[in-house]
């Protein structure tokens, strides 16, 4: 049902007081009334009551505690303790992303990215060996903020496709021989305000 606009509040109209008039109880107590209410305001501010996403995303966001890092994506206990997995959001792992692409991969930003341990990374930009004098690499070591912590907890939705996925490694020497296969990642972090940033020193 749609509410009828709200009206606007009406402002309140003060005394007229003349030079050498003299000035009544009544008069000047309307007065100081009307200014409480121009400064103050004649209604309480109202709120703006926060709009859900929708039933959908809802049922389908879940609270993950934090447990191992990952390059492209982090394990954590959902609430009955079990373990999940969930891709990072893709700022925080473009690089592996990226060289899935076709050949030949394109960088970033002129910049690609070697991740150490799914925290720290570091981005080159290639110089040139063979200019005259040679153009060494230009490097950066970076690492994630705000950082993780055993137990943080993060949020995350459903997805129809992350871009992650993890390989269960098979038994080749099983009769018959069970091969490697691909499982997608089907939760993706919600934005956590992490982001990238250099280290100095």
Do not use: C
Not at 27 to 46: D, M
Not at 66 to 76: A, C, K, L, N, P
Not at 80 to 98: I, Q, S
Not at 119 to 146: H, K, S, W, Y
């Amino acid at each position: 049902m749609i509410s009828e606009p709200r009206k606007p509040d009406a402002i309140p109209r003060l005394e007229l007081i003349q030079t050498g008039e003299g000035l009544s109880a009544t008069k000047a107590n309307r007065s100081i009334h009307a200014l409480n209410r121009i400064t103050q305001g004649v209604r309480p501010v109202r709120q703006i009551v926060p709009t859900p996403r929708g039933k959908k995303g809802a049922e389908q966001a879940i609270r993950v505690r934090f447990q191992v890092m990952g390059d492209d994506h982090i394990e954590g206990l959902d609430d009955e303790g079990r373990t999940v997995l969930v891709a990072k959001p893709w700022l925080l792992r473009r690089t592996p992303f990226d060289s899935e692409l076709p050949e030949p991969p394109p960088l970033r930003d002129g910049v690609k990215y070697e991740y150490t341990d799914g925290a720290t990374r570091t981005g080159i930009i290639e110089g040139d060996p063979l200019a005259d004098p040679p153009i060494p690499d230009e490097t950066e070591d970076q690492i994630i903020i705000q950082k993780f912590f055993p137990d943080d907890v993060v949020y995350a939705e459903k997805q129809d496709n992350t871009g992650v996925a993890i390989t269960i490694v098979g038994a080749p020497e099983a009769d018959p021989p069970i091969p490697d296969r691909s499982v997608p990642v089907a939760l993706l972090m919600l934005d956590e305000g992490r982001a990238w940033a250099k280290v100095e020193g």
